[in-house]
């Protein structure tokens, strides 16, 4: 079976429902997985979507802020939803599709701009959330499942992931306390880092380019924020892969871009 997953920062649904309108038409994955939604579930575009075929829809948002949306053209057995560090803040969605492949959407906090957690509450949640994130999947017995992890992580892991990492080592999403944390979660389940499958590890690769540059493209001072994981039971079955970076030059356009894969199960 061949499965294809798209996942993308949007910023907000209801003010870019028409760039991923487009991104759907263009691509066409089986689903999309978006985070910063910033709608509550009533307004969600719910229709829009089931209109371009994405009738299976598992969506947890709140008024103004962060919020995560599961579309699908498949069918889900099973929904699933978890709180992380206490709050009710609409950060992970997760769907087990018919195929049995287990999906987890998550949107790891930013963390403010100060790397301190004594004086930066942002920031120590979000090493908590990041802590959290590895215990729920350390502590997991069934090991054997096919699983995906993907989001915004809000974590530019390696240095190739950064356009300086020795100028972003006390900034937040590159911090060494960050990176080792990302890297916890990321052994805990063993998961593979699917992008980095593809693009080796010497190359640059961002997915995210400020709204302060007055000139991204030119500046390209890029961040890889955006991340899908599989399971050890996927490896080999990805097949393609792409970051859209032209669609950050999209009129309206999120400061993320989609990442996308293509796996042949």
């Given at each position: 079976?061949?499965?294809?997953?798209?996942?993308?920062?949007?910023?907000?649904?209801?003010?870019?429902?028409?760039?991923?309108?487009?991104?759907?038409?263009?691509?066409?994955?089986?689903?999309?997985?978006?985070?910063?939604?910033?709608?509550?579930?009533?307004?969600?575009?719910?229709?829009?979507?089931?209109?371009?075929?994405?009738?299976?829809?598992?969506i947890r948002g709140q008024k103004g802020y962060h919020g995560v949306?599961?579309?699908?053209?498949?069918?889900?057995?099973?929904?699933?939803?978890?709180?992380?560090?206490?709050?009710?803040?609409?950060?992970?969605?997760?769907?087990?599709?018919?195929?049995?492949?287990?999906?987890?959407?998550?949107?790891?906090?930013?963390?403010?701009?100060?790397?301190?957690?004594?004086?930066?509450?942002?920031?120590?949640?979000?090493?908590?959330?990041?802590?959290?994130?590895?215990?729920?999947?350390?502590?997991?017995?069934?090991?054997?499942?096919?699983?995906?992890?993907?989001?915004?992580?809000?974590?530019?892991?390696?240095?190739?992931?950064?356009?300086?990492?020795?100028?972003?080592?006390?900034?937040?999403?590159?911090?060494?306390?960050?990176?080792?944390?990302?890297?916890?979660?990321?052994?805990?389940?063993?998961?593979?880092?699917?992008?980095?499958?593809?693009?080796?590890?010497?190359?640059?690769?961002?997915?995210?380019?400020?709204?302060?540059?007055?000139?991204?493209?030119?500046?390209?001072?890029?961040?890889?924020?955006?991340?899908?994981?599989?399971?050890?039971?996927?490896?080999?079955?990805?097949?393609?892969?792409?970051?859209?970076?032209?669609?950050?030059?999209?009129?309206?356009?999120?400061?993320?871009?989609?990442?996308?894969?293509?796996?042949?199960?």
């Open positions: 079976m061949t499965l294809t997953v798209a996942t993308w920062n949007i910023n907000s649904v209801r003010l870019r429902i028409n760039l991923v309108t487009r991104l759907l038409r263009q691509h066409q994955p089986d689903v999309l997985c978006l985070q910063e939604t910033k709608t509550i579930d009533d307004f969600f575009p719910r229709k829009r979507f089931q209109e371009l075929g994405y009738v299976h829809q598992a949306a599961i579309l699908s053209r498949l069918p889900f057995a099973r929904t699933d939803t978890r709180e992380f560090c206490g709050k009710q803040d609409c950060r992970h969605m997760a769907v087990t599709l018919t195929n049995g492949i287990e999906l987890h959407n998550v949107y790891v906090p930013a963390g403010g701009d100060i790397p301190d957690p004594n004086v930066n509450p942002k920031f120590a949640h979000k090493l908590d959330f990041l802590r959290e994130l590895a215990d729920i999947f350390e502590t997991r017995t069934d090991r054997a499942t096919p699983a995906l992890l993907v989001g915004d992580l809000n974590v530019a892991p390696l240095p190739q992931d950064v356009w300086s990492h020795k100028q972003l080592l006390n900034v937040v999403s590159h911090t060494p306390v960050e990176t080792e944390l990302f890297g916890a979660a990321k052994a805990a389940f063993d998961w593979i880092d699917v992008s980095r499958e593809f693009v080796p590890h010497e190359e640059k690769l961002y997915s995210w380019w400020s709204y302060r540059a007055l000139d991204w493209e030119k500046s390209d001072r890029g961040r890889r924020l955006d991340h899908i994981w599989a399971s050890p039971s996927l490896r080999g079955a990805a097949k393609t892969h792409a970051i859209l970076k032209p669609l950050r030059g999209w009129k309206l356009a999120s400061d993320h871009v989609p990442v996308l894969a293509r796996f042949e199960t």
